[in-house]
């Protein structure tokens, strides 16, 4: 990794994922970048509040400046005052988690949610994270919007999930990926049964205008002992008449009004996911 803004950005993607912190050999190791570079970036984003050290010569570990960045931005795209009404009533209708996750360039990321579960078993993800597009319902509702090519060019990207990271079912080949995908366009919204994590079940739906590249998706989420594939089925117009609402209702965000919907990358290019 080579670049100060590269190595930069690649500190906090990865403290990012380690929210207990990690000891500055670890960073420098992971990033195959040298200790004392490591350590004279660190120093400058602890001076500039976007990292915090534990203790002198301790871990090092994100602060919430980041987050403080992101919600802000949130509360002045539009975003969530149009979608939040619709997740909260798809929610308390499906009685499980409803995630809105939106597309910008080739990134699909959570960016609001609604919990319908007030009690027993329940999926509640961090948020801000990006899809792992092989394995997980919005993937796979993103992908189905697209042309093969520009699914493969993804998938290239990213890579396939495998089944010791995520679910027991998560496919491990590429060919595998298209058929749900192809299932998924054939239906018009996707399913997913220990795909993502193991006991979690999942359906999405592309969320955009007719003719226009998809904005987001909108997506179901629950245990699999209670939100079985009879569940998911019976749901499925629901979930289709949700994403058209959300659709339609997306003008009034100026985020939807700008040109995010970029073609994928080609295959080959620097992936932009975490893993």
Not at 1 to 24: C, D, K, N, P, Y
Not at 246 to 274: D, Q, W
Request: glycine content about 10%; proline content about 6%.
């Amino acid at each position: 990794m080579s670049g100060v803004l590269e190595r930069t950005l690649g500190i906090l993607e990865l403290l990012a994922q380690h929210g207990e912190g990690l000891e500055l050999a670890s960073i420098a190791d992971r990033l195959n970048m040298p200790r004392s570079a490591a350590h004279r970036l660190l120093t400058d984003l602890v001076r500039c509040g976007y990292v915090r050290q534990l203790r002198e010569h301790g871990d090092y570990m994100l602060t919430t400046k980041l987050v403080s960045m992101g919600l802000s931005f949130l509360s002045h795209s539009g975003i969530v005052d149009f979608a939040q009404p619709l997740l909260d009533r798809l929610a308390e209708l499906s009685g499980e988690l409803v995630r809105l996750s939106v597309v910008d360039g080739n990134r699909l990321t959570w960016v609001a949610r609604a919990q319908g579960a007030r009690q027993g078993l329940r999926y509640d993800p961090d948020m801000g994270s990006d899809a792992r597009l092989s394995c997980s319902s919005s993937g796979l509702a993103w992908m189905s919007a697209l042309s093969d090519e520009q699914a493969l060019a993804l998938l290239g990207q990213q890579g396939l999930g495998s089944r010791e990271e995520f679910g027991p079912n998560a496919p491990q080949t590429i060919q595998e990926v298209l058929d749900l995908v192809q299932q998924t366009r054939e239906r018009g919204y996707s399913t997913t049964v220990d795909t993502y994590s193991p006991g979690l079940s999942a359906m999405s739906a592309p969320v955009q205008l007719a003719g226009q590249p998809p904005i987001g998706v909108i997506t179901i989420a629950g245990p699999t002992v209670r939100f079985t594939e009879q569940r998911m089925k019976a749901l499925g117009p629901e979930l289709l008449s949700f994403a058209a609402q959300m659709a339609a209702a997306s003008g009034t965000s100026p985020f939807f009004r700008k040109p995010l919907n970029k073609p994928p990358l080609e295959v080959g290019r620097r992936p932009i996911y975490a893993a």
